[in-house]
């Protein structure tokens, strides 16, 4: 098949592959492989690297460390020709700019068959057409590609795919745009190709659930990293899932195929009451923004400060309607400044560092932090304030642990952060 000597080779592997975009790193080291007959999911948030890992993976992307191999050579060694014959894809939209009939779209898919002279032989208008009556096009075949629906056009990509004869397909998000019938048709199509050709699947979806209930596997990726790589059950875990995505998801097992399913958490936070707690934001540089987000989705009444004017902290509280102590830009914290923002902390329930840098203008705001400490309230700070702290003698550091000493919680990132606070905020005695 193809020419490929090792039949026991995977279908595709990645070997530590690092790859991005002019300079941009994007995937980060990423190492798997796909055994011929698989059908993986590729799975993570808007921006993780699914749809880069996707192109490294079809050639069109050279990695800028490590190496892509297909069934067991590299790609970067395969003729065009012979990838076309082995790599099938279908991307998140087919564009045709000429007038192409869907006869003509998917007979586009036959020509990288090796025919002599470029001409079709009626093997390759056979092939088209079992393509077509497979896809359930064939009745569209004489109808311009522009003037179909977009289930018809995917349908019409797919059939292009598999007229190439591919002994992998790949699929970036191409059915996220679909509605429920024709993303339906078209995974009923993917299943059944897998399950009695043999044929290998790789989609790219955002849809969780629908990953966990075709794919035999699941590859998270989260900031150009592979960071699980295994059954849905292995990789759909609430705590995982909620960290990678950032924000409350719940994973609970479909009663009628078993499959975990995973929603979020919309319904308790319809039910939650106002959570009538204020929190004291030290930010800075647009280490808050997120913060504030968070905060006010959650329920909290938020304040901040001190930041300095045109600060990107101090425009998205000013967007928000956050109250805030300001200083002029570029300058150091001023006594009138920290005296305000002290009094806005001893109205608040508690105070959060967080990942700002700190020099020797803003190292005054963890004293805030310190005197809401010797007050009784709790601060949870940002992890890692040592390597963050620009101060000449270390200041920052050393009332980072002062702080932790006096019981202020560290956390990581902003889940772990939410979590810690809906679990404050629900204590009677907080």
Partial sequence: MHGFPDMNAPALAFRSVSAGYKGRPVLDGVDFSIAEGEFVSVIGPNGSGKSTMLRTATGLIKPTRGGVELFGRGISSLKPRERASLIGVVPQKLESPMAFTVGEIVMIGRSGQGRRWGVPGPGDYDTAERAMIYTNVFDLKDRLFNELSAGEQQRAALAMALAQEPRIIMLDESIAHLDINHSQEVLRILMKINREEKITVLLVSHD???AAQIADRLLLVDRGRL??????DEVMQEELLSSVYGCELRVRRDPYGG????????????RRPQVQKR?????????????FRRLLIEGFEVTAGVLNRLDSDAEAARALDITCVLEQPFSAIGADSLEEARLMVAQA???IVGPVPFGSGNVV??????EAQRAGKPVWIASGVHRRDYTTDHAAARMAETLKSGGAVEWGGIQDLMSRLKAYAMTPQS
Avoid: F, K, M, Y
């Fill in 349 to 351: 329930d508690g105070v």
């Fill in 279 to 291: 929190l004291h934001v030290i930010g800075g540089g647009g280490t808050g923004i997120e913060l």
């Fill in 227 to 232: 960071v699980r790589n295994g059954s849905p």
């Fill in 365 to 370: 705001n963890l004293e805030l932090a310190v």
């Fill in 259 to 270: 499959h975990p399913v995973v929603s979020g958490a919309l319904d308790s936070l319809i």
């Fill in 208 to 210: 969780l659930n629908l």
